[in-house]
């Protein structure tokens, strides 16, 4: 009678502990369902046209960077209500047909949402007739005042254009008691767009430009132009360039012993400058976002801590600071994601437009953002300062 009872009691258990089992195979199925959902959700695609590779490969790498390590969070984080973001790069080599093709490629084959790029002025306006066919929304991290001026519904940009910070400049530029100006720039998109907007501002700013220059992407010496800057009686030199051709014209510059001071633009914000023109680099100024002295945003402020929070996870994923065009991928991408957030499931590109054009107060890397239906760059002078190189680092300029 005891061993039927021990066998009854054995049975009972070994039917609870599978029933027990059971619940729990239950509950962890219904759980791998849910994450399946989640996770077969189509992803958000993002095209980027960026310039890994040709002179504005130093302008390339760090967007690059930056894109794929706030995507990465941003998915960690849930992505856009369960869609994750994906983005879908295209190498334009810093060259405006290759900028084209692959964005055509990224909008009829990939079918992205969005197109954060090009790295350049000169392809970002070259994609523009690809954007207008497919209507989709463009947000551009480069600095061509062109890019919004010639206004299109379409596109947005991220840096502060040449309208804001050629002004800034040659405002400073007069404070030191300069009046004639030697302009040299790069012929590109970029350099051209700067080079006008000097020639357009600087009598108003009280000065002259008496030797007007101009150089070649890819070119190795500079020297002739220099020369005639010299023999011109210039008491500084403006540069427009976002190439590492930048670092050619300090050094040259140095080579002619010409001690007059060098100024640039938010297109030299970047150590590729410093570590090509070595000691020729010191004295050069500029003016860019603040970034690069992130304690210029004031610490303890909302962009302090924006700016801090990115600066130590891309120094520590990278081993080296952000620079400033890190940053404009970072507004890029971030606005367009916070955009995506608004909208209800299934929006079209034409609703993504719509959301990123009502972007007000969003607080970035480079400054405080607010789009309107007559403004796609959303920037001010506030966002600004003035640098110097110094030691092979940047100081706030006196």
């Not at 101009?214 to 008491?235: H, R």
Request: glycine residues 12%; charged residues 20%.
């Amino acid at each position: 009678m005891l061993q039927r009872t021990r066998t009854s009691l054995a049975l009972l258990l070994v039917a609870a502990l599978l029933v027990a089992l059971l619940a729990a195979c239950s509950d962890k199925g219904e759980g791998n369902e849910q994450s399946a959902t989640e996770e077969n959700k189509e992803p958000y695609k993002i095209g980027a046209v960026l310039s890994e590779t040709g002179t504005y490969a130093g302008l390339g790498e760090p967007e690059r960077n930056t894109l794929e390590m706030e995507v990465a969070l941003i998915n960690d984080e849930g992505g856009v209500d369960g869609h994750p973001i994906e983005i879908v790069y295209a190498d334009d080599a810093t060259d405006p047909d290759t900028a084209v093709a692959e964005t055509t490629r990224l909008i009829d084959k990939e079918g992205v949402l969005a197109i954060i790029g090009a790295t350049g002025t000169g392809s970002t306006m070259a994609m523009r007739q690809e954007i207008l066919r497919a209507q989709i929304p463009q947000v551009s991290p480069a600095g061509g005042t062109v890019i919004t001026a010639d206004f299109n519904e379409w596109v947005f940009q991220t840096p502060w254009s040449n309208a804001l910070v050629i002004p800034y400049l040659l405002e400073y530029v007069k404070a030191q008691g300069i009046t004639k100006v030697g302009l040299i720039s790069e012929s590109g998109g970029f350099g051209k767009d700067g080079a006008g907007v000097i020639k357009e501002q600087v009598a108003q700013a009280g000065m002259s430009v008496v030797s007007d220059q101009s150089f070649n992407v890819g070119d190795s010496d500079m020297t002739a132009q220099l020369t005639k800057i010299k023999s011109e009686g210039a008491q500084a030199v403006l540069m427009v360039t976002a190439g590492k051709e930048a670092s050619i014209v300090a050094k040259n510059m140095a080579d002619l012993a010409m001690e007059i001071p060098l100024f640039g633009t938010h297109g030299n914000a970047r150590r590729e400058f410093i570590e090509g023109a070595g000691a020729s680099a010191d004295g050069f100024r500029f003016p860019a976002g603040k970034i690069l002295l992130p304690e210029a945003y004031g610490e303890g402020s909302e962009p302090y801590d924006v700016a801090t929070d990115f600066i130590n996870r891309y120094t520590g994923e990278y081993g080296k600071a952000p620079d400033t065009f890190a940053g404009h991928a970072y507004d890029a991408l971030h606005i367009t994601v916070n955009a995506m957030k608004t909208l209800d499931e299934g929006f079209t590109p034409t609703d993504l437009r719509d959301a990123i054009e009502k972007t007000n107060g969003f607080v970035g890397i480079g400054g405080t953002f607010t789009y309107s239906p007559t403004d796609h760059n959303g920037m001010s002078q506030d966002d600004l300062i003035m640098y110097e190189v110094k030691d092979g680092g940047w100081v706030l300029a006196e």
